[in-house]
């Protein structure tokens, strides 16, 4: 049963995943969590053979005499899966169950329905919250596990640690166990963003009270810092990642292979190979989104990397928007001294300009590749790294078509890897091509190094050792994916299965193509041989054994969801999805495919039941998602959320809602216009954004003949820099967008149409979603009347769904909310409550209205009403300062 606790688990910044969508409510304000006193903060992680099981625990106390709310907020590693999920509040405990996604949301509606709020996971994050009665605790466990990938040499394991406050008991404790041995330990500085810049090594930088005690097979890290400690980082205490990086010993040239209760995992990471030349295209978007920053971090990452070209090496680079631009029209040349000088004096001078043609570019640069091959060496590697901010925009826009022919283009032969810089590269088609063309996609962050990011993975894939690696294993059975493309060196290659039925030993064979003959090992492995002892740190054999199993599922649900996501036949991706299922509810992992519940056992709810006759209860639902969901590039578009900080709108005869900025509170108002007005709704100078809205007249209601009524009826968006500026004109008939062309999208028609920075969708029904960039997205929706009476006219609601995008130059109607500073200063006896802003303060009357302050149907709510009288003074400005003078020149 669901459980029914008071103090339900509640949704923040909730995101669709899987072409779905839920009403949410508005997050609440982080800093809540400061009210309560974390007692302690426990990070506990055990590493087996690179194989990562964290458990993170926290409890809070409420030591005030009401209830409080306690949060639960942690970044979570982006390849990690969730394995458990426990609440203890007043000494009962509730579990998390994992189940099938659909089934998880029947359980979700159903709350819903009743009322009731929910939690989930976005995209690497978990935040939930819970009511806590006063004088009570409320403790979070969550645990997550994850397979450490090999870069650069090293393994890295970084885990979360921002209470929010100074901790009386804060500790991280990591253990290494590796069978074949550890070479080295390094504990970084604490990471405080994505940042790799303070991922420097030394003592010095070590955390202070961190303990480490290195042996061969086991290591154990301690950090425990003091609150005096924990204070002098910052006054809300830690702020950051806890990282540590090592490696670990191979002898066997063949790699290391464990085997443990019928399953097996091979670590392949040959040393001492000699690296092997290659021949690789740069492809770079100068589009005019690359304007400004994104173009100087990526000329920085371009001198970096084009100094640490091999002079045996070959290269060439295209650069794009619109047109397409060869370095060198012919075919890659070599990396010679005075060729670099050269290719850093064209990348110093590129400049950004104009749309986007991503189809035209990789073409180009196919045929640069293709062109060179026959005259180069055979073991001269072809690479293509392409880099865009975008989505395709001009020429071939259709991502199948784009997929097809460079699929067609390439030939099997090449490696294309691809860099998605920002929110708005079209990640999903770059992941897909890289699929497609044996090579991965990265995103790049939009940080202050993102430069070091660029130049960072290019030293991943700067040094191939081997190609076409292809790992065969004679009675194994259920294996992972066994074949690669590359191997480069400080990577591992990993694969997992499982021994057939009876096999007494694993026959394992490894192949590849080296710098100047083929690589061919061989080596039997006994099934008894590693299951003889335990290893490392744990004296339990079990647990040491236990990992294999848990890792090969870990690998093979990715690949099965891997697999999904690259097949376009539905009866193959709906197989791969039970498959993908059915191990992810064996194995109690949170993928895409899955959600988690909090459950209430039965014996618990009826004694709950008899403890609070009549009272409907309160179930406790946690939804989970994942990162593998709906974004750019994908099919399906989310229904509208509910989950600005604002809530802005204006509707009706103009009827005005605010959610004050930092409260639960609704401010509305009425102001008077007057036809053929135009009135700025917002305009934001920094990101260009302006909305506009034109008033139609309506007769007055019967005795106010002096009162004059208007609705909207046109909204006008505009966004961008001049160059590159969208309009989009939205009325009772549809939707006009001007902007690298021009649409119309009739209201009857649905439609979904994507642009950098810019997404429409058109329907169901009557709405119009705007998504333009990072955290700004707005709803236009068309009322109409069936069968109108005269004082009735259809027209538009505009609502701010998402407004944390703004900055504080924000202005308008609707936008000047976004940073206001109102105060509420409740009533006093006979004295009415008032609202405060700057010197301004004026009376507020709560009342209930039939409030439309989102898409949903009106409703029935409270909020402070301000007359229209004394608006003027909350606004800043009488109602002509928001009219636009001259609507014609806007």
Same mark, same amino acid.
């Given at each position: ?161 921002? =209470? ?337 039925? &009876? ?246 028609? =649905? ?34 009347? &069936? ?104």
């Amino acid at each position: 049963m669901l459980s029914p606790l008071d103090g339900a688990l509640r949704a923040h910044s909730f995101q669709p995943w899987a072409g779905q969508g839920f009403l949410e409510t508005p997050p609440t304000h982080p800093c809540l969590c400061a009210q309560l006193t974390m007692t302690s903060f426990s990070v506990r992680s055990t590493i087996v053979s690179r194989y990562a099981s964290t458990r993170v625990r926290t409890q809070l106390s409420n030591p005030h005499a009401e209830p409080k709310e306690a949060i639960f907020d942690l970044d979570l590693p982006g390849s990690a899966f969730i394995s458990n999920f426990t609440i203890t509040i007043n000494n009962k405990l509730y579990v998390a169950e994992v189940k099938e996604k659909h089934q998880a949301k029947k359980m979700y509606d159903k709350a819903r329905r009743q009322g009731q709020t929910a939690a989930h996971v976005e995209t690497e994050k978990f935040r939930v919250s819970a009511s806590v009665a006063a004088g009570s605790q409320v403790s979070f466990e969550l645990s997550y596990e994850e397979l450490l990938q090999r870069h650069l040499g090293k393994y890295q394991h970084a885990v979360s640690v921002r =209470p929010q406050q100074v901790v009386g008991n804060l500790t991280v404790e990591v253990s290494i166990s590796e069978r074949t041995g550890i070479d080295y330990v390094h504990v970084l500085p604490l990471r405080t963003s994505r940042l790799l810049t303070n991922t420097l090594r030394g003592d010095a930088n070590v955390p202070p009270s961190t303990w480490v005690e290195k042996g061969s097979h086991c290591t154990w890290v301690v950090f425990t810092p003091t609150p005096q400690e924990q204070a002098a980082f910052s006054s809300s205490g830690i702020l950051g990642d806890f990282v540590v990086q090592y490696d670990v010993a191979m002898p066997d040239v063949a790699g290391d292979v464990q085997i443990y209760n019928g399953y097996f995992v091979h670590y392949f990471a040959p040393r001492g190979l000699p690296p092997m030349q290659k021949n690789v295209v740069f492809v770079i978007d100068v589009s005019g989104s690359m304007h400004g920053t994104k173009m100087k971090q990526t000329k920085k990452a371009m001198h970096i990397i084009l100094s640490d070209l091999h002079p045996d090496d070959c290269f060439n680079i295209v650069t794009f928007s619109d047109t397409v631009h060869v370095w060198k029209a012919e075919r890659s040349i070599p990396a010679t001294a005075h060729n670099i000088r050269s290719a850093k004096d064209y990348v110093h001078r590129m400049e950004a300009d104009g749309w986007t043609d991503i189809n035209k570019a990789l073409l180009e640069a196919a045929s640069v590749l293709t062109q060179g091959m026959p005259e180069l060496s055979p073991r001269r590697i072809p690479l293509l790294i392409f880099l865009t901010d975008g989505e395709p925009t001009a020429g071939v826009t259709s991502g199948t078509r784009i997929l097809a022919n460079i699929r067609q283009a390439l030939g099997g032969s090449v490696s294309l890897f691809g860099l998605a810089f920002g929110d708005d590269a079209d990640y999903g088609l770059l992941r897909r091509l890289a699929l497609e063309n044996r090579g991965v996609a990265r995103r790049i962050y939009e940080d202050a190094d993102a430069a070091l990011q660029l130049a960072g993975f290019y030293d991943e894939i700067a040094s191939p050792l081997l190609y076409d690696v292809a790992l065969s294993y004679r009675d194994g059975a259920e294996l992972t994916r066994t074949l690669f493309p590359h191997y480069f060196q400080g990577a591992e290659l990993v694969v997992a299965g499982r021994l057939a039925p &009876g096999a007494t030993e694993l026959h394992v064979e490894a192949a590849g193509h080296g710098h100047t003959r083929q690589l061919r090992l061989e080596n039997d492995i006994s099934a008894n041989a590693t299951e003889a002892a335990p290893f490392g740190c744990s004296p339990d054999l079990g647990q040491i054994g236990r990992f294999v199993q848990r890792l090969w599922a870990y690998f093979t649900i990715q690949e099965l969801l891997q697999a999904r996501f690259h097949s376009n036949d539905t009866a193959a991706r709906r197989l791969l999805t039970e498959k993908a299922t059915n191990l992810s509810l064996k194995y109690n992992f949170v993928t895409p495919v899955t959600s988690l519940v909090v459950v209430k056992p039965e014996e618990e709810e009826r004694t709950t039941a008899r403890a609070m006759p009549g009272a409907p209860g309160t179930p406790l639902v946690t939804m989970a998602a994942h990162r593998d969901g709906w974004g750019r590039g994908q099919t399906g578009s989310p229904l509208p959320l509910l989950h600005s900080l604002l809530c802005l709108a204006v509707d009706g005869d103009p009827h005005f809602v605010a959610r004050l900025p930092g409260s639960p509170e609704t401010l509305c108002f009425t102001l008077d216009g007057h036809p053929g007005d135009v009135l700025q709704l917002v305009t934001d100078p920094r990101s260009g954004l302006s909305v506009h809205a034109h008033l139609v007249g309506a007769p007055p209601w019967p005795g106010s003949a002096d009162r004059p009524r208007t609705y909207l009826d046109t909204i006008t968006v505009r966004v961008g820099p001049p160059r590159l500026r969208y309009v989009i004109t939205v009325t009772l008939q549809g939707v006009e967008l001007q902007g690298e062309g021009a649409l119309d999208l009739p209201f009857d028609r =649905p439609a979904w149409v994507s642009r950098p920075r810019l997404g429409v969708r058109v329907g169901p029904g009557t709405n119009v979603t705007l998504q333009l960039g990072a955290g700004l997205e707005f709803v236009v929706q068309r009322h109409r009347y &069936g069968h109108p009476s005269p004082l009735q006219r259809d027209h538009l609601g505009f609502y701010v769904l998402d407004g944390s995008g703004l900055s504080a130059q924000a202005r308008g109607l609707l936008g000047q909310f976004q940073n206001a500073d109102i105060r509420l200063q409740p009533s006093a006896g006979e004295r009415p409550a008032r609202l405060q802003r700057g010197g301004a303060t004026v009376p507020a009357t709560r009342v209930t209205k039939l409030l439309k302050d989102s898409p949903l149907p009106a409703h029935h709510a409270p909020c402070w009403l301000v007359k229209g009288s004394n608006m003027e003074a909350l606004l800043g400005g009488a109602y002509g300062a928001f009219v636009v003078p001259h609507p014609q020149e806007v």
